[in-house]
């Protein structure tokens, strides 16, 4: 397995309404995200417990929420808030 983002249900219902550039700057945090998660977990998948992390990342014209989940390696946008 190796790390990876996804919207989480889908993209159609987490950037539902977003405009296409805030979308465009999510995606491209989500990658940083994956390689921060990647760095600290060197093997997620022998993550015990509750290692879940996550957060609000603020990203120009908008921010997403997030969650880390090490054990599957993925990190997960959960919502995108335009402003």
Request: glycine share 8%; proline share 6%.
């Amino acid at each position: 397995m190796s790390w990876a983002w996804e919207y989480a249900p889908d993209e159609e219902t987490v950037a539902a309404g977003a405009p296409p550039v805030l979308v465009a700057e999510v995606e491209k945090r989500a990658d940083e995200l994956v390689r921060a998660a990647e760095a600290l977990y060197l093997d997620g998948t022998t993550c015990q417990g509750g290692a879940l992390r996550g957060g609000d990342a603020i990203v120009p014209n908008g921010m997403f929420v997030h969650l880390v989940v090490p054990r599957h390696e993925r990190v997960s946008i959960r919502r995108i808030t335009a402003w």
